[in-house]
């Protein structure tokens, strides 16, 4: 099991460098996060031990679960899923040093609340819903700027850039547009030059898109299924509050 999720990883490395050649990027500019939900800790382990040092989890109550058996390993801990406002106290216990999924101010209120009282930063992605789904999280974008700007005023957050889940289609195109669109909205943000807005990050691409998101920019890649196999849970239980 440990040789099959390295040669998955390898695998992952060398469809990064073939994309960054394509497009005349260095490999170094992207970074590999391994998304590990559903996935049991003991598994998570081999790809740190291999070296893997940045993960993300959907929930809380998978990072409480794994957090003891990860700890001894050093790694980087983001959370990439829908955050409930109630969890925020939760999530603050396990070191997790990016949340990529921002996406509402009322949230990041209460974040800011409790970073306070804790003495605190968090560093913070906002996550834009370029497929304008009604089942996926994510500030419309439209309304983007508006909800950087607002963070931009809560100092224990460090806005670090943007994250997006692109459309789940076969259509090329039609996922070139999402990423499209946040690389664009990234660049509106960059030129208004906001104090304590840093934009360097794009977190775009997972399994089956991450060669268009790197074409377009992508610094970070959230890959799950392509290194840990298929999961057993649709991924409407993640991105889906109503499920
Ligand atoms: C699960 C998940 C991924 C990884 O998706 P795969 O298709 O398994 O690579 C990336 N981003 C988010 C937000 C996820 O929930």
Not at 37 to 47: D, F, G, L, V
């Amino acid at each position: 099991m440990n040789e099959e999720i390295l040669q998955k990883i390898a695998l992952i490395q060398e469809r990064i460098n073939n994309a960054c050649k394509e497009s005349n990027r260095n490999p170094n500019e992207v970074k590999l996060l391994l998304a590990t939900k559903t996935i049991p800790a003991e598994r998570i382990k081999m790809a740190l031990q291999a070296g893997q040092t940045l993960i993300a989890e959907n929930k809380v109550q998978e990072i409480k679960e794994k957090y003891e058996a990860l700890k001894e390993i050093p790694h980087t801990n983001h959370f990439i899923g829908h955050l409930q406002t109630n969890k925020i106290k939760d999530l603050l216990k396990y070191n997790v040093s990016c949340i990529q999924s921002l996406d509402r101010l009322d949230l990041a209120e209460k974040l800011h609340q409790r970073l306070q009282f804790e003495n605190k930063t968090i560093e913070v992605l906002i996550q834009v819903n370029t497929s304008f789904e009604e089942s996926k999280f994510g500030v419309n974008p439209d309304n983007a700027i508006e909800l950087v700007k607002h963070v931009a005023h809560l100092e224990t957050l460090k806005i670090k850039g943007l994250m997006t889940i692109g459309l789940f289609s076969s259509e090329t195109e039609k996922v070139r547009k999402c990423f499209r669109l946040l690389k664009d909205i990234q660049q509106q943000i960059i030129a208004l030059n906001i104090p304590n807005v840093k934009m360097q990050e794009l977190s775009m691409g997972m399994s089956g898109d991450m060669e268009t998101a790197i074409a377009e920019g992508a610094t970070i890649v959230r890959v799950g299924t392509a290194i840990f196999g298929q999961r057993i849970y649709p991924d409407s239980y993640y991105w889906n509050e109503n499920i």
